[in-house]
């Protein structure tokens, strides 16, 4: 399988920025073919991003209707997205979402046709206290939908304390929780072994070749480092073909 190589772009720049960062990712990754690319912009840039695959990075729980404020799913299918974030941590610690409602967007994802990237990770202290895997199981357990295929859902591992810290897992750490990832999907979805599990936490180019030729690593979900172009290209670079 193709490793993802996705940019979560979170809630940065300004119009122009999203149209110079699409136009500089469009044309560095043109030639580089044995990866596939993503970028997630801030909702409200995804029309201006084109020519390139690109999702949102949150979704509504709710289909149409009055739900001031939210983007549905079906909104953001319509600007031709093809995958979609949830349960990404800044959304589970600020926005107070429990799996329950990660699995309702995920479900929400799938039905308007788009692929969910449903995050999980442990804090620093369940990490401390041993507690990592039974964290990120119950994440998966309870906020994958009962119709997820390998097509339809790909995991993001990313351990709290990783995310834009500069301190990335190690790699003894993410070739063992995705391998432990690995087994449990394996046991929960049919197609368990061909689903996607991406880390992400402090990927960069100088870490990229370490973590993502891992065995059960099937891409990245960059923060910081797919604001620069140059650095998100260079981290599907690292991916050996
Ligand atoms: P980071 O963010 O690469 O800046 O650590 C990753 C993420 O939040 O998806």
Not at 10 to 16: I, L
Not at 83 to 91: A, M, Q
Not at 209 to 216: F, P, V, W
Request: hydrophobic fraction near 35%; charged fraction near 20%; charge should be negative.
């Amino acid at each position: 399988m193709k490793k993802l190589i996705a940019g979560n772009w979170k809630m940065n720049g300004q119009s122009s920025d999203a149209i110079l960062l699409c136009r500089a990712v469009r044309l560095g990754t043109k030639e580089i073919t044995h990866v596939d690319w993503l970028v997630c912009p801030p909702s409200i840039h995804i029309p201006l991003v084109n020519d390139i695959p690109k999702g949102g990075q949150d979704c509504s729980i709710y289909g149409e209707g009055a739900h001031t404020g939210d983007v549905s799913a079906v909104m953001l299918r319509d600007m031709m997205c093809d995958y979609c974030l949830c349960g990404h941590s800044e959304r589970r610690q600020n926005h107070g979402e429990d799996n329950e409602t990660v699995r309702n967007k995920a479900e929400q994802i799938i039905n308007a046709q788009m692929t969910a990237i449903i995050c999980v990770g442990e804090t620093l202290d369940e990490r401390e206290s041993g507690n990592a895997f039974n964290v990120v199981e119950r994440q998966i357990r309870e906020s994958m939908p009962q119709s997820a295929t390998s097509d339809t859902v790909v995991i993001a591992y990313e351990p709290v304390w990783a995310i834009g810290t500069g301190k990335a897992a190690t790699t003894c750490d993410v070739e063992k929780m995705h391998n432990q990832i690995r087994e449990l999907l394996k046991s929960l979805v049919a197609s368990g072994e061909h689903m996607r599990i991406i880390y992400g936490g402090s990927v960069k180019p100088s870490n990229a070749s370490e973590l993502l030729n891992l065995d059960n690593v099937n891409g990245a979900l960059i923060g910081g480092a797919s604001l620069n172009a140059d650095d998100f290209i260079a981290i599907g670079q690292a991916v050996k073909s």
